[in-house]
């Protein structure tokens, strides 16, 4: 998503002279194509493509831009119909007033939407314009059941200074609509209004805090945009000359989402391209039906019609989320890489990984040969490790590599291991990656879009890098994680349930683990978010105990506790490990607490390993904080 | 998906009603718990709004195709017991059908309430709504089980559509009256299954009032006026989940 089209990319290599204002106005020539050489299907195909490109325009911007997702399209278009209605029919005002109204009452219902939604994320907001969709339609059921219409209304013929009743007048007029439109678009994208709609869009929840008002933008949007769709509404009525509640169903608010999707959200050449493809599509099966001649493939048209857009709109959103524009961008990035980039032989445009490599060497890589490890245990192609490091078969972490999609480089290079029954710490301060280390292990989850680019993590012999975190959970890999590490919404009797494994009694194990943390046996049946942070601790680590671990990952145990609290958590663990036999690899910033339970450490520093020993006498704590806070002794 | 796979199927059980009925309910159970597992599963803690279009743009696919397999509208599809009827004060009158369904609907919430306070896997899909990722890290295969959740929502929905289908007429339309299950669940609140009964009950009478009182073509937008209303006022509807957290 935060990759510029192409077009936007080679735009900002011009310099802004007289080359980037004539390629501006370039795409516009499209609008000349139609009369010169479609001018047999102006009114059938052409003029139809230009009200969706209006309209596709328009959603695109609340909902491709801003990223506010609206069912309501067909009912706003029904809002500018039924303006036109009453000012045509029951008024008997001109063409130019009914368009004048359709928009101030676009405008007015949008205003009327970001009111009702602006307290509802996501799925709510939707299913509002969902209702949205329903009410107008009938309040235009009722209007025309009032007006004691039997049939359609019929709108006269529109007069703007002249009377624009033929398809090539109608051509102009939708043509220009399509136009300001599109450059209205334009214009908004690369203004500070579009900026902000963008974050919004990308961050909702960060928004605010960087100073955007959310609730003001996103009124701009439904604003903007129930006014244009609601002119496209009344444009529509007068083309058609006929406006029935039938005219607006739920199916063409979902049409114009596909053509949004399939040509690129965000996008206004992506709203031509997908108007083209959802006005063309049905248009040429029409063609070929009526071909056929058959009267029932004809009456099966809509049916077909609906199994492609609905096909088109799913498949996309599967495959190609980022609708045409996005496919033609990525080509014409992996077309500028292959062809164009060698030739102007530019530096930057060196394939990603290919320099990140060669930004990391690994020293020892040239240094140790094969034969430093056990043939049998180590994966073909995979580099030497520093001598230091011997695998102990239990947990062994090789070169570790982690980037985030988001964020650039967690870990490199990070090499680890433990034996049986050990209890390690690694330590460091905050944003170093220890996280990511403990994450590593146990898995990535969906949310948390890690990506392990070199090395490996191998637990009793088996490579865990692919395997997925449910799994790793049941060979006995756990992690107690640094926040949310309860579920809040059930009790602590469920919390520990949910964690039994199968074949297992509930209560059984249930009663051995809480006989370790004797605190929770009276708070059972409370509701897991009512703890306290040193109960939740517990009740986090029991959850873990459920699973019968034999690697515990615990991440900042003492974060959040008060300090009395966390060397009593910190000691029953101690008493429970020592016990139990369970190895520990746990992350502290607090050094203090770390050797209470701990053997050895490990000190992390951006990203890498900067020290390693072991706990001994007292007299090493200085030489430990020492590497902690980055003197490491050369 | 789930609002239109059932129309296929239980067309396909007018010849032996009862036992089609439960099988076109196990076919769309199984239809929808695939479909979440080969299609869905990868938006996993992402965001809910791409699924619901994934599943509109697909149930209007499947009820498209319906229309076109089967051509528009056909007569009832007949349990038994519909033509068995009683008479209550005036010119009320109630059908065998319309007693078995007003016994059906609270079995079948019974279930669904009984699976998810007190079986393992109701506690675990519960945890897995909580917090996906540390529901993963608690050894629970949160997508097999969101799986599962999407067969059985099939299977009700699978159910509703047959007995729906036997009071009136079945047709593609059908789809329409799955979309007013959202008003439904918002009324009731998102995550409570008895304030989906709730929600069912109240809008369901407040149709039928607003039918009465009002016009015939005041039926559909009655629910989602009530929903607005629900959405301004109380967004987390009658039962909504408070977030337990302490302060």
Known sequence: VSELPVSGRAWRALDAGPVRRVAYWVPYLLFLLPPLFFSDQIEVWVNPLLIAVAGAVALNLLTGTAGLVSLGQSAFLAVGAYTSVVIAISAGLPFWVALLSSLVSGAVIGLVVSVSTSRLRGLYGVLSTLALQYVVVYAGTRYEESANNTAAFVLPPAKLFVSIGTSTRWYVVLAMTAFLFLELYRRVLRSHVGRAWEVIRERDRTASMLGIDVRRYEMYAWVTSGAMVSIVGCLQAYYLSAVSPDFFTLNIAIQYFAMIVIGGRGSPIGSVIGAVVLITIPYEMQAIVSGIGSSNALSDLADYEQVVYGALLVLFLFLAPDGLVGRFAALGRQLWTAVAAPRLNLASSRPVAARTAAALPTPAATAVPAEATPAGTVSPGRRGTPAAESRTGFLDITDLTVSYKTAGMALENVSLSMSEGEVVAVLGPNGVGKTTLLRAISGFAPDEPGIINRGAVHFRGTKLNRVKPHLRARRGVVLVPERDKVFPQLTVYENLELACPRGKAVSDAADEVVSLFPALRRRLHTAAGLLSGGERQMLAIARAFMLEPALLLLDETSLGLAPIVASQVMAEIRTIVRESKISVLLVEQNIGLARVVADRYYVLQQGRIAAAGEFGADDDVDEVSGSYFGEVPA | ?247
Not at chain 2, 115 to 133: H, N
Not at chain 2, 239 to 245: A, H, S
Request: hydrophobic content about 55%.
């Open chain 2, 1 to 247: 998906m789930v609002l239109a796979g059932y129309i296929c199927v239980s067309k396909l059980a007018v010849g032996s009603p009862v036992v089609g009925l439960i099988i076109a309910s196990l076919v769309c159970a199984g239809v929808s718990g695939a479909g979440y597992y080969v299609g869905l599963r990868r938006f996993v803690g992402k965001d809910p709004i791409t699924v619901t279009i994934i599943t509109m743009g697909a149930s209007f696919v499947v009820s498209a195709v319906v229309d076109l397999i089967w051509h528009g509208p056909i007569e009832n599809f007949a349990l038994p017991g519909s033509t068995i009827t009683w008479r209550l004060v005036g010119t009320a009158h109630i059908t065998a059908l319309d007693v078995g369904i007003i016994v059906i609907t609270p079995l079948v919430f019974a279930a669904i309430m009984i699976f998810m306070k007190y079986t393992r896997a109701g506690v675990q899909l519960r945890a897995s709504a909580d917090s996906p990722s540390l529901a993963m890290r608690s050894g629970i295969n949160v997508a097999g089980l969101y799986s599962l959740a999407w067969a059985i929502s099939g299977f009700a929905a699978g159910l509703s559509g047959g007995l729906v289908g036997a009071t009136t007429s079945i047709s593609a339309s059908l789809g329409d009256i799955g979309l007013a299950a959202f008003p439904a669940a918002v009324l009731g609140g998102f995550g409570s299954v008895p304030g989906a009964l709730v929600g069912g009950l109240t809008l369901g009478i407040a149709d039928r009032l607003a039918v009465y009182y009002i016009s015939p073509t005041a039926a559909d937008v009655t629910s989602y006026a009530i929903m607005l209303v629900v959405l301004a006022v109380r967004p987390i509807g009658f039962f909504g989940e408070k977030r337990l957290v302490r302060a």
